[in-house]
């Protein structure tokens, strides 16, 4: 069973807080990815990382920085939270399939006051 | 400008009677199309793909049309079930790229 862990379900916090969401997979996939979920507004991929300590900009990756120091983990973070950073946040890995299926992690949900 | 558009943002249906959601796209180069469901608080699952090369792909109660000269696909659920009620999500996959294209969403409200 593929598994992707995020680290917290839920967050809250002020803004101008620095906030990390971890990442985890088990499946030893050289590519990880985070998006961003808002209603109306679909699935947004914020950055994604195709090795250890490479990472390539999204569609939306202002306001954001990654890091991948190890290939199992995935690192977003927000240097300085704002209001417009409450959102859901999900990290996803290829399931490895010609579909480009991608494999999702239970989602973080993170509001900024 | 969005490359995978789903223009309803939502839709009910009776329970027992088809779900039709609709995508369209503006990208001629993808070769795979993906639908995936989600619930609240939770990661999006994969229902169904359909490869470029198709027109129509079936699993179960599920069945992805796809026209490539109307850039328009569908997801069809026949018979729909309360456990339906969820947001699905268009996708669409480039040729050798490893990024995947969301559209925004279609809600869908399956009526006992």
């Known amino acids: 069973d593929v598994k992707v862990t995020q680290s917290s379900r839920y967050l809250v916090k002020r803004t101008g807080e620095k906030v990390f969401l971890e990442c985890v997979q088990d499946?030893?996939?050289?590519?990880m990815f985070w998006y961003r979920q808002d209603p109306g507004l679909g699935l947004r991929l914020i950055y994604f990382s195709y090795d250890v300590k490479m990472k390539e900009k999204g569609d939306i990756p202002e306001g954001y920085s990654v890091s991948r120091e190890k290939k199992e983990r995935f690192s977003l973070i927000l240097e300085s939270a704002s209001t417009n950073q409450t959102s859901m946040y999900l990290c996803?890995?290829?399931?490895?399939?010609?579909?480009?299926?991608?494999?999702f992690g239970e989602g973080s949900r993170l509001t900024v006051l | 400008d969005q490359q995978v558009k789903q223009n309803s943002p939502s839709l009910s249906v009776q329970e027992g009677r088809i779900s039709i959601l609709n995508c369209d796209y503006t990208n001629s180069m993808f070769d795979y199309f993906l639908w995936y469901k989600k619930y609240p608080a939770e990661g999006p699952t994969f229902l169904i793909s359909?490869?470029?090369?198709?027109d129509k792909n079936e699993d179960g109660r599920f069945t992805v049309f796809l026209n490539k000269s109307a850039k328009h696909l569908s997801l069809h659920i026949v018979p729909s079930q309360p456990g339906d009620s969820a947001v699905y999500f268009c996708?669409?996959?480039?040729?050798?790229?490893?990024?995947?294209?969301f559209g925004k969403g279609t809600r869908l409200h399956i009526l006992p």
């Open positions: 359909i490869s470029s090369i198709k």
């Open positions: 996803a890995i290829p399931s490895g399939g010609a579909n480009g299926e991608l494999f």
């Open positions: 996708a669409a996959k480039g040729y050798r790229d490893d990024k995947i294209i």
């Open positions: 499946m030893d996939h050289e590519n």
